[in-house]
């Protein structure tokens, strides 16, 4: 009998020990500076891109970006440059007006240099109206065209020096 309850209480110390790890807020991800420092590059990727903030955008971005897009066809693969291109481009720029919304799921450390986020985002922006768009993506509405957009998204992040850079999932 002494065995049994000396057991159950090392199966109730190890249960209470694992339930008992700090999560961030509203995540179910583990609270770690090494996590903050993923999330903190993936909120300010967030920030940037609602505010259509190119400049605080750009450095998030690693120099060896490179995109497959999803599919296993070269022609829609984008790297840093296809990146930069994209958002000096007259289509990004005649975006007035953004809003989005994020949802995490789950950040994924591969190694200490890599590191996966899985999301859900939905995308709403306003175009100018002069500008062609498939008429699957649009909602026409009085000054402009509204652009919806909503996936799942894995972005894979890469420390490269001190810094934490987006490598994939734009």
Known sequence: MKRLTLLAMIVATLLFASCSKKMIAGTKIEDTPQN?????????????????????????????????????????????????????????????????????????????????????????????????ISEQELAVSKGGRWLKVADDMIMVLRKEGDKWLIVSGL
């Open 36 to 132: 903050h420092e993923i999330l903190d590059v993936f909120y300010a990727y967030r920030q940037a891109m609602e505010k259509m903030d190119v400049e605080n955008l750009e450095p998030l971005i690693s120099k060896n970006y490179y995109d497959k897009n999803g599919t296993d066809v070269t022609t829609d693969d984008v790297d840093y440059e296809g990146i930069i291109k994209f958002l000096q481009s007259e289509e990004y720029q005649s975006l007035t007006k953004l809003h989005s919304t994020y949802v995490m799921k789950d950040l994924q450390i591969k190694s200490e240099t890599e590191a996966v986020i899985f999301y859900f985002y939905e995308l709403q922006a306003r175009r100018k109206s002069n500008l062609p």
